[in-house]
């Protein structure tokens, strides 16, 4: 199976952002983070949380994960797709630098709403 792409799963949340629910950029910056998390070079405790987290299928920790899932606007089955394939790839580097940007881009984005 193909990896997919992170745009098809991420672009259009940040793009398609209503100013009314700030909330939505907020859910996606724990998703990214965790996925940036689970990818790390070199295991620690957060790498193994975060993998954790998103292969979760019942549960308190399955709840949480659904839940900030449908804040963000993404599809929590699609996400938790994509993270397994992403954490069990040869080289996750590609995909880590394109989440840092996604983080750079809602970061930015905040920034901008907070001055205007």
């Known amino acids: 199976m193909k990896i ?6 991420f672009i259009d949340p940040i793009i398609q952002y209503d100013r009314r629910y700030p909330e939505r ?6 998703i ?12 620690n405790i957060n790498k193994r949380r975060a993998t954790s987290w998103f292969q979760c299928s019942i549960g308190v ?4 994960f659904e839940f ?3 804040h963000a606007g993404v ?13 069990h790839s040869e080289d996750p580097r590609s995909f880590r630098y394109k989440i840092t940007k996604y983080k750079r881009m809602i970061a930015k ?3 901008k709403n907070e001055e205007g």
Do not use: M, W
Not at 4 to 9: A, F, L, N
Not at 25 to 30: E, F, G, K, P
Not at 75 to 87: K, Q, T
């Open 109 to 111: 984005e905040e920034e």
């Open 32 to 43: 990214l983070q965790a996925l940036l998390d689970a990818t790390r070079i070199k295991g």
């Open 4 to 9: 997919k792409d992170p745009d098809d799963i």
């Open 25 to 30: 950029r907020l859910y996606l910056a724990v």
């Open 75 to 87: 599809n929590p089955g699609y996400v938790r797709s994509f993270a397994y394939e992403v954490i």
């Open 61 to 64: 920790t399955c709840d949480n």
């Open 68 to 70: 900030i899932c449908d």
